[in-house]
């Protein structure tokens, strides 16, 4: 499996194969009872391989394997936590894939994690965390997600606002933030108070990232007169 998933992940090149990595963890967490020891063993492998999509792989299969599996979570979690702040961008991506997976099937689980993980407020988890709960149709039918993407979007807006020379990780997260608010906003058209209390906050940083969600058509169709008012607010 190693050697396929490497021949067929369309690395090196601008796109990997998200396909692929999709089917891999499903099928991992589906065979999991019957093959665990073999299929933890290249979990724990690919994860600490070095190659990129490998690792994307792993990571985005322990969110399967977790939907399934909880007691699992002992070994799996530390390696999903640590690979937010690996030095690969798709590595780091298989823990937004992991979380979205939990949001899916096991909401409770998904959200605890988040909670614990974002304590420390750190810029990268904060912004993996808010890609994964920004999910559309998971917001429609679950409050408890919704209301965590709006907390978190402002704890992101909070660390953004506070960074006095950003690095990429701050800069990440507001270019994350110029559209996860928009995606709170479409599901909750009271979120757009919070717009009104950023663009009038006069922070920079603030301004740049409501601008970019009030363009996005997903609020823009739904809320047009709203949207105008916002637009004419921020000048």
């Known amino acids: 499996m190693t050697e396929f998933l490497i021949a067929n992940s369309g690395l090196p090149g601008p796109r990997g194969n998200l396909t692929l990595a999709a089917e891999a963890s ?3 967490a589906m065979d999991w009872a019957t093959k665990k020891r073999i299929l933890k063993g290249l979990i724990i492998g690919w994860s600490a391989s070095g190659d990129e999509y490998l690792m994307f792989v792993a990571h ?5 394997v977790l939907s399934g599996n909880p007691e699992e979570m002992e070994w799996a979690v530390p390696i999903l936590y640590e690979a937010n702040f690996s030095p690969l961008w798709r590595a780091r991506e298989g823990v937004t894939f992991a979380l979205e997976a939990l949001l899916e099937d096991r909401v409770d689980l998904a959200l605890s994690l988040i909670d614990e993980w974002c304590k420390r407020r750190d810029p990268i988890v904060v912004r993996n965390s808010i890609v994964a709960l920004a999910h559309p149709t998971q917001l429609r039918r679950n409050h408890a997600q919704l209301d965590a993407l709006e907390r978190y979007n402002g704890i992101g807006m909070e660390i953004v606002a506070k960074a006095i020379d950003p690095g990429d990780d701050v800069k990440m997260l507001a270019k994350s933030l110029g ?4 995606v709170a906003a479409e599901a909750d058209e009271g979120y757009l108070d919070e717009f009104e209390k950023w663009i009038d906050g006069n922070v920079k940083t603030w301004r740049s990232i409501i601008k970019k969600n009030l363009t996005k058509a997903r ?7 709203r949207i105008k008012a916002l637009f004419k607010r921020l000048g």
């Open 26 to 28: 499903r099928l991992i």
């Open 60 to 64: 985005s299969a322990i969110g399967h």
């Open 179 to 182: 559209f996860t608010i928009s």
């Open 219 to 225: 609020i823009a169709k739904k809320y047009p007169a």
